[in-house]
């Protein structure tokens, strides 16, 4: 009897974890149908340059980073479903607003302003979601299971975001921004339908110095994702303008060959963060990363440019879980929701932050630069990483 309602028990959180990562698949895949279309209508259609791209998508890293923390502090104090079923609502209206925007498109000034508010709703509720999705899982599967379980959200997060950026392409050009709006809006409101049925977990009561404690142990791995994160910003906001500037063409197979290999090693490789520790997963796969990155300023040819996504794709994708690994396993255990949002909010910060310098760069430098400039930066969690093996944690 015991063994049969243990097995039942393991059914239900298997059952439970697949319907999280099909909700945050779901979310992602509207998002991404937005990123080969956002950067066209934007320079295209509302006459705007590079640096109001760079805006606009920085816009969404800076919410996100704003709501950080109070996305961790509701998923710990009220519980995971909280935090994303309250995500998926902002998600809804972001589409609400991609569509109000289209409907002023002839007031390019007005347009683009109301696209800010919807970019920014759709930047918190990234972090709802993600945030509360992450911590629901850790507390189905256990923390045995932490390095695992932030890759396969993550996973489920990147293969959407691949999918879509086909989708966003067919849509953009047989029925304008407009689709990417009902999209996002439907998107956001049939995936509620889909948490909806899923049990809740009990919260975890915080300390009042729960978020300074957090701090302390999360901003060292923090600091190392926020310079590996970049490449991440500069693939959505720029790989399609520069594949296009250079008639690379199908332009979207930028951000999808990039998504791609990084849902191949995450699901070869996910379990490589438990087994060989996070940072020195982090270090290994940073440099992977930036050569992705360098390779795609320094090719000439479009089938290398491609290679380069790829490369890059495939050297992120286990950037994140390892340095993740870290600031989980340095947190309390009663605040790993929040742990999570203050981690991610370093990758914000890096974004919302850098976003508009590199569509300056952009400018004046020309688009590969920007690849270049992140290459490099994208080093600087080298260091980190290695300091980071010699302070073990508790996890």
Not at 30 to 36: C, D, K, Q
Not at 179 to 192: D, E, K, P, R, V
Not at 228 to 253: D, E, I, K, S
């Amino acid at each position: 009897m015991s063994m049969t309602m243990s097995r039942r028990s393991v059914a239900s959180t298997d059952s439970s974890l697949l319907s999280l990562m099909a909700s945050v698949f779901a979310v992602f895949l509207v998002t991404g149908a937005a990123l080969p279309a956002l950067p066209l209508h934007i320079h295209d259609r509302l006459g705007f340059g590079t640096f109001m791209v760079g805006l606009v998508s920085g816009a969404q890293f800076a919410a996100s980073l704003l709501s950080r923390l109070w996305s961790g502090s509701v998923s710990d104090r009220h519980g995971p479903k909280r935090a994303v079923i309250a995500g998926l609502i902002m998600a809804a209206l972001a589409g609400l607003s991609y569509l109000l925007s289209v409907l002023v498109v002839a007031n390019a000034a007005l347009s683009i302003a109301i696209l800010l508010v919807g970019r920014a709703l759709l930047g918190a509720a990234e972090s709802f979601i993600m945030t509360g999705a992450q911590s629901w899982c850790l507390a189905l599967a256990g923390p045995g299971n932490a390095g695992k379980m932030i890759a396969w959200i993550g996973t489920a997060m990147f293969v959407a975001l691949a999918l879509g950026a086909p989708l966003g392409s067919f849509l953009y050009e047989t029925g304008s921004f407009a689709s990417i709006g009902l999209a996002t809006l439907a998107g956001g409101l049939a995936t509620i339908a889909l948490v909806a049925p899923i049990p809740a977990v009990k919260p975890s009561p915080q300390g009042e110095k729960a978020v300074a404690r957090v701090l302390k142990a999360v901003w060292l791995p923090g600091l190392g994702m926020a310079f590996a994160g970049l490449g991440y910003g500069t693939m959505t906001t720029f790989a399609v303008l520069l594949f296009v500037q250079r008639g690379w063409q199908p332009a979207w197979l930028s951000f999808t060959a990039f998504a791609a290999a990084l849902m191949v090693a995450r699901v070869s490789l996910g379990p490589l963060p438990d087994r060989l520790g996070g940072a020195r997963t982090a270090m290994i796969f940073v440099v992977i990363h930036s050569a992705g990155m360098a390779l795609i300023w320094l090719s000439p040819y479009a089938w290398l440019g491609f290679v380069g996504a790829a490369l890059a794709g495939f050297g992120y994708a286990l950037v994140y879980p390892g340095f993740g690994m870290e600031a989980v396993g340095r947190a309390p255990a009663e605040a790993r929701g929040l742990a999570m949002g203050v981690y991610t909010a370093f990758i914000d910060l890096s974004l919302g932050i850098l976003a508009p310098l590199l569509g300056l760069v952009g400018n004046t430098a020309g688009l590969g630069a920007v690849f270049l400039i992140t290459a490099l930066v994208a080093l600087c969690a080298v260091p980190i990483a290695v300091r980071l093996q010699s302070q073990p944690h508790t996890l």
